[in-house]
């Protein structure tokens, strides 16, 4: 019996909202002068991949990866790929941009804010933490336009509301998403069906 989940009406509602979150952090890292990649190959031996966003800084030798996800059916298959990107991705991107190497390295999950990925962060919060053990200091420093010149490389996890007002906050850390927050939408479902509405 087919999943219902994977009808294809639902992987559209799916590859929707994941193209507008990136479509939305493409743009705001645009503005900030970066050179951006979108859908960024790499392979390293038997691990390849793509990566959703990548940003770069030549002149600070630094570099933003962004894996966005609006759900987490199977966190392990997500930590596996993220794994990779971490240890793989950046000797390809600075081969493309004309570096030998980055001095940092920021990879990032970006996730929907919402009930469902609240969900299953909170009953998973110690594979959340060990898969992105670090804080979302370097992320916010790239979001500000002043990315980090340390010669580090971390990993974190923000919630990212892609309907946010104005006024309203954007993104949420890890652990924020673990304490009691609040929720934006349901899921991909509702957010897709905003997104088609415009709101």
């Known amino acids: 019996m087919l999943d219902p989940r994977a ?29 951006v990649g979108v859908d960024e190959p790499y392979q390293h031996y038997q691990f390849a991949g793509r990566a959703d966003v ?6 600070r030798r630094a570099l933003l990866h962004i894996e966005n996800r609006t759900r987490f059916p199977d966190l392990q298959a ?20 004309g570096l030998r190497t980055f001095d940092s390295q920021t990879h990032v999950i970006v996730a929907l804010w919402s009930a469902e990925v609240l ?9 959340f933490r060990a898969l992105c ?17 340390s010669r580090t490389t971390t990993s974190s996890l923000v919630l990212l509301d892609p309907f946010a007002r104005v006024r309203q906050r954007r993104t949420i850390s890890l652990e924020t998403a673990i304490s009691d927050v609040r929720p934006r939408v349901r899921g991909y479902a509702e957010a897709a069906a905003r997104l088609r509405a415009g709101t």
């Open 7 to 35: 009808r294809s009406s639902v992987r559209q509602d799916a590859d929707l909202v994941r193209s507008a979150m990136g479509e939305f952090e493409i743009a705001h890292l645009r503005d900030r002068g970066y050179g």
């Open 54 to 59: 990548v940003a770069w800084d030549r002149e």
């Open 78 to 97: 997500v930590a596996g790929s993220f794994n990779a990107k971490r240890d793989h991705l950046a000797g390809s991107i600075a081969k493309r941009v």
């Open 119 to 127: 969900h299953a962060i909170r009953l998973l919060p110690a594979t």
């Open 133 to 149: 053990p670090d804080p979302s200091d370097g992320f916010d420093a790239w979001w500000r336009g002043d990315p980090p010149v």
